[in-house]
């Protein structure tokens, strides 16, 4: 028998979260993530890396991010929950799996706010005017002084709009995300009627000048970070109106549109190009505008005036996304300290149902980011391979509450799940090892220190609040975080320190088969069915009390 454990949202008369958010505010909430900076800048890094073959790294990544796209979908239909990426694995795993989960997806949501204030910084700074009065950066591309006071104060907008509650979120997003498809599709249409070159997609090499590992080298410098964002519906979850029928039709929307915006940019990116530049290679197919390349291939198309759209447009999308996932941070860290994972005050809210403090530290930690990474490039890759291992404990999570907990009403459920989801962490963990090893030992550094602040939250806890470790369920988290390092360190992917000692595909061929042992190894770890629907009973009447009455929105215990 699982003992209950107190919670700072146990009380029936605490602040309550608020069920306000429909279909289309968490379709907007998931497709306004994955429409951010990464289109103003995703197709020039896959080109340099991939070529022409950059396509195939959209439409790889895209079968990739909708495996782990309908995972999510059964996992949100199911267990609609605020931070849900943090609450799956601590269902199926208990407190500590659930720290591991909600840890990274907290370190990738953190970074991703400032990462797309600097995209809106550094794109507006190939304004002249802007150049000339602000200031905003230095020679080297990096943030100054007045870059960063700019910087702070959309951080701080940013801020007011979470405080103020999701709804607001949720419709100011939904205003800017009609902007952020719209100037996309009118870019393609523009450079296709305008300037459009077919020779180029056989230039500078053939097709694939750099071969399958510079289609698999592009997925982490930009391509993957452009696509992700779909769970974003999820970390809201707990307060959508009819989560059970809307979160997955939101995912599986929001991903649809957003792969085909992309396929569609870099098809029009390629053929706008300069065939001149492309004589020597792909390694700088724009001279002009590295930072600006649509604006750039629009004022030589004879199209100037889309070139001030889009330098509109880089404030707008990426300030908006920016504005999600300072929000989504925000829960993911109020679902540890309801947890106890991190501490208490964290899953406290105002009388707005609004997870305060959560959000002030996701504020001083983005600002804090800004200072060891004051460049947009900076950061894409370690994000990418931290949003990959949050993806990885998605699949596991799915297939272990369904052994679990097989009576639970699925709304919506994922086709195929034996293949689907070990498919989607073996997919997951190729992502991180193709982001490099000298990205790989970062991130699980910043997960030991992760860890040693879990520790510190359960001594400074009493023992009555905290729920008891089930240390035998993730006894597989070690051996495979170290794994992905050694791979890593093995393989051929990398700036730094790898040995480059596993041959081409064979490198591949081992990351697959050690996810796979992996993988149902830690579905066979899992708490047993008593403590897993403990559980869920345990996070049902946190909802119904965080959340109120039936007639509000509330949700009980199935």
Same mark, same amino acid.
């Given at each position: 028998?699982?003992?209950?454990?107190?919670?700072?949202?146990?009380?029936?008369?605490?602040?309550?979260?608020?069920?306000?958010?429909?279909?289309?505010?968490?379709?907007?909430?998931?497709?306004?993530?994955?429409?951010?900076?990464?289109?103003?800048?995703?197709?020039?890094?896959?080109?340099?890396?991939?070529?022409?073959?950059?396509?195939?790294?959209?439409?790889?990544?895209?079968?990739?991010?909708?495996?782990?796209?309908?995972?999510?979908?059964?996992?949100?239909?199911?267990?609609?929950?605020?931070?849900?990426?943090?609450?799956?694995?601590?269902?199926?795993?208990?407190?500590?799996?659930?720290?591991? &989960?909600?840890? !990274?997806? #907290?370190?990738? *949501? /953190?970074? $991703?706010?400032? @990462?797309? +204030?600097?995209? %809106? =910084?550094?794109?507006?700074?190939?304004?002249?005017?802007?150049?000339?009065?602000?200031?905003?950066?230095?020679?080297?591309?990096?943030?100054?002084?007045?870059?960063?006071?700019?910087?702070?104060?959309?951080?701080?907008?940013?801020?007011?709009?979470?405080?103020?509650?999701?709804?607001?979120?949720?419709?100011?997003? &939904?205003?800017? !995300?009609? #902007?952020?498809? *719209? /100037?996309? $599709?009118?870019? @393609?249409? +523009?450079?296709? %009627? =305008?300037?459009?070159?077919?020779?180029?997609?056989?230039?500078?090499?053939?097709?694939?000048?750099?071969?399958?590992?510079?289609?698999?080298?592009?997925?982490?410098?930009?391509?993957?970070?452009?696509?992700?964002?779909?769970?974003?519906?999820?970390?809201?979850?707990?307060?959508?109106?009819?989560?059970?029928?809307?979160?997955?039709?939101?995912?599986?929307?929001?991903? /649809?549109?957003?792969?085909? @915006?992309?396929?569609?940019?870099?098809?029009?990116?390629?053929?706008?190009?300069?065939?001149?530049?492309?004589?020597?290679?792909?390694?700088?197919?724009?001279?002009?505008?590295?930072?600006?390349?649509?604006?750039?291939?629009?004022?030589?198309?004879?199209?100037?005036?889309?070139?001030?759209?889009?330098?509109?447009?880089?404030?707008?999308?990426?300030?908006?996304?920016?504005?999600?996932?300072?929000?989504?941070?925000?829960?993911?860290?109020?679902?540890?300290?309801?947890?106890?994972?991190?501490?208490?005050?964290?899953?406290?809210?105002?009388?707005?149902?609004?997870?305060?403090?959560?959000?002030?530290?996701?504020?001083?930690?983005?600002?804090?980011?800004?200072?060891?990474?004051?460049?947009?490039?900076?950061?894409?890759?370690?994000?990418?391979?931290?949003?990959?291992?949050?993806?990885?404990?998605?699949?596991?999570?799915?297939?272990?509450?369904?052994?679990?907990?097989?009576?639970?009403?699925?709304?919506?459920?994922?086709?195929?799940?034996?293949?689907?989801?070990?498919?989607?962490?073996?997919?997951?963990?190729?992502?991180?090892?193709?982001?490099?090893?000298?990205?790989?030992?970062?991130?699980?550094?910043?997960?030991?220190?992760?860890?040693?602040?879990?520790?510190?939250?359960?001594?400074?806890?009493?023992?009555?609040?905290?729920?008891?470790?089930?240390?035998?369920?993730?006894?597989?988290?070690?051996?495979?975080?170290?794994?992905?390092?050694?791979?890593?360190?093995?393989?051929?992917?990398?700036?730094?320190?790898?040995?480059?000692?596993?041959?081409?595909?064979?490198?591949?061929?081992?990351?697959?088969?050690?996810?796979?042992?992996?993988?149902?190894?830690?579905?066979?770890?899992?708490?047993?069915?008593?403590?897993?629907?403990?559980?869920?009973?345990?996070?049902?009447?946190?909802?119904?009390?965080?959340?109120?009455?039936?007639?509000?929105?509330?949700?009980?215990?199935?």
């Amino acid at each position: 028998m699982v003992k209950p454990v107190q919670t700072a949202t146990s009380d029936a008369s605490s602040p309550r979260m608020r069920r306000s958010v429909g279909f289309y505010g968490l379709m907007f909430v998931s497709l306004g993530s994955i429409i951010g900076s990464g289109w103003l800048l995703g197709a020039l890094k896959a080109a340099k890396v991939a070529g022409p073959a950059s396509l195939v790294s959209w439409v790889l990544t895209a079968i990739i991010m909708a495996t782990l796209a309908l995972v999510h979908a059964e996992l949100g239909a199911a267990y609609p929950v605020a931070g849900g990426t943090a609450r799956y694995p601590a269902l199926a795993y208990g407190v500590l799996g659930g720290f591991f &989960g909600g840890w !990274v997806a #907290w370190l990738q *949501a /953190v970074a $991703l706010a400032p @990462v797309e +204030v600097e995209a %809106s =910084l550094e794109y507006l700074d190939n304004i002249a005017w802007v150049k000339e009065h602000l200031n905003l950066l230095s020679p080297g591309g990096t943030l100054t002084a007045s870059g960063f006071g700019w910087a702070t104060l959309l951080m701080a907008i940013f801020t007011m709009i979470n405080l103020v509650g999701v709804k607001l979120l949720s419709e100011s997003n &939904g205003a800017t !995300v009609v #902007w952020k498809v *719209a /100037v996309p $599709l009118v870019t @393609v249409v +523009v450079l296709l %009627s =305008l300037r459009f070159h077919p020779g180029n997609f056989t230039a500078g090499g053939g097709f694939a000048p750099y071969g399958a590992h510079g289609i698999f080298a592009a997925l982490p410098v930009g391509v993957v970070f452009a696509l992700q964002g779909f769970e974003q519906a999820v970390q809201v979850g707990g307060e959508a109106k009819d989560p059970q029928k809307d979160l997955s039709r939101a995912i599986i929307v929001a991903m /649809v549109i957003g792969t085909i @915006v992309y396929l569609l940019l870099e098809v029009a990116f390629i053929g706008a190009l300069d065939p001149a530049s492309l004589l020597k290679g792909w390694a700088d197919p724009i001279t002009q505008g590295s930072f600006g390349p649509y604006a750039t291939l629009a004022t030589l198309a004879g199209a100037g005036w889309l070139s001030y759209v889009l330098y509109a447009d880089a404030f707008v999308s990426p300030a908006g996304t920016g504005m999600l996932y300072l929000g989504t941070s925000a829960r993911i860290s109020y679902a540890m300290g309801r947890e106890r994972a991190l501490p208490k005050g964290l899953a406290k809210l105002n009388v707005r149902g609004v997870p305060v403090w959560s959000i002030v530290l996701s504020f001083v930690v983005g600002e804090i980011a800004f200072l060891p990474f004051p460049s947009w490039q900076s950061l894409v890759s370690v994000i990418t391979s931290a949003t990959a291992l949050m993806y990885a404990f998605a699949p596991v999570s799915m297939i272990a509450l369904r052994k679990r907990d097989p009576d639970r009403a699925r709304p919506y459920r994922a086709p195929m799940p034996n293949v689907l989801a070990p498919a989607g962490f073996c997919a997951a963990n190729l992502i991180i090892y193709w982001s490099g090893f000298d990205v790989t030992w970062k991130i699980m550094i910043a997960i030991v220190i992760g860890f040693v602040l879990f520790l510190v939250a359960r001594a400074t806890t009493s023992k009555l609040s905290r729920p008891p470790v089930d240390w035998k369920a993730v006894t597989w988290v070690a051996p495979w975080l170290a794994g992905l390092v050694v791979v890593g360190w093995l393989g051929r992917y990398g700036e730094s320190g790898n040995l480059n000692v596993l041959p081409e595909w064979i490198d591949l061929l081992v990351v697959i088969v050690f996810s796979l042992g992996i993988f149902y190894w830690a579905v066979s770890l899992a708490m047993d069915s008593t403590k897993v629907k403990a559980a869920v009973e345990r996070e049902a009447l946190e909802l119904a009390l965080a959340q109120g009455p039936a007639e509000e929105g509330g949700v009980t215990s199935r």
